[in-house]
């Protein structure tokens, strides 16, 4: 259906052979050579591109202008990474490999990505598609990595992936917010850093609404708004099941 509404669109800019645009043409015989007869250039990058994907060819994507349906033609086609070392522009390339990495939820393609950041970027993207910590491992950035494992961490309530984060004011948040969702006090003794833990104590004595775990709240402010918070869930709950 897609591909008919794009081939009703560009005919009008690429004109017709008979009773057939060139476009179609060139997709129903799968020869990209006709689509450089194509005069409109935009039309003839979708021309390009709708040959590559028909034909299961994502090398003929190298010969459309536009960076942006050129990825996404890479992408849809779905090569391999080899395909994209034809592309003479580095930043063009390291596109190429992140487009490719994503369509195949392969990790290798993000290994050949010459620019750091984004080589990272396209680990943290495969690790979200594929749900895969492994992903996390290989990301080169400190940074990046522990929010990585963060993340999943966090995603799947699970503690032991946050002993995996290397910056310790990470860890003790990974833990927080673990213990925030889970309602799970014992995971606040885990966290070093008095502020820090004093405030895992508060979140999670108004995530629970327990007035006891608020008790426990060291600094003043906090625990008065842990009360607070705790006290009105509780009542608005109570007038709510009354009301019913």
């Known amino acids: 259906m897609r591909l008919m509404w794009l081939l009703t669109l560009t005919a009008l800019l690429a004109g017709c052979v008979g009773r057939e645009s060139l476009i179609e043409e060139a997709v129903r015989r799968g020869d990209v050579e006709l689509c450089y007869g194509v005069k409109d250039d935009d039309a003839k990058d979708i021309c390009f591109r709708e040959v590559a994907v ?7 994507c190298r010969r459309i202008r536009s960076l942006d349906l050129k990825v996404e033609c890479y992408s849809t086609a779905k ?4 395909m994209c070392e034809a592309t003479e522009r580095r930043g063009t390339r390291d596109l190429c490999y992140k ?3 994503l369509a195949l939820n392969d990790t290798g393609a993000c290994g050949m990505i010459a620019y750091a950041g984004l080589r990272d970027s396209c680990y943290g993207d ?11 491992y290989k990301t080169e950035d400190p940074n990046a990595r522990d929010l990585c494992y963060a993340q999943f961490a966090v995603e799947r309530g699970n503690e032991r992936l946050c002993e995996k984060i290397e910056s310790r004011s990470k860890e003790e948040m990974c833990y927080l917010e673990i213990a925030k969702a889970e309602r799970d006090l ?14 895992c104590v508060r979140d999670v004595g108004i995530s629970s609404n327990d007035t006891g775990i608020c008790a426990e709240v060291d600094n003043p402010e906090w625990k008065e708004l842990c009360f607070k918070e705790a006290y009105d869930t509780t009542n608005k709950s109570a007038e709510t099941g009354q009301a019913a």
């Open 79 to 82: 090569g391999s990474p080899n």
């Open 54 to 60: 028909s034909t299961g060819r994502p090398a003929d």
């Open 186 to 199: 014992s995971l606040c003794n885990r966290i070093l850093t008095p502020v820090r833990r004093d405030l």
């Open 126 to 136: 495969v690790a979200e598609e594929t749900n895969s910590t492994y992903t996390c």
């Open 99 to 101: 487009e490719v990495a």
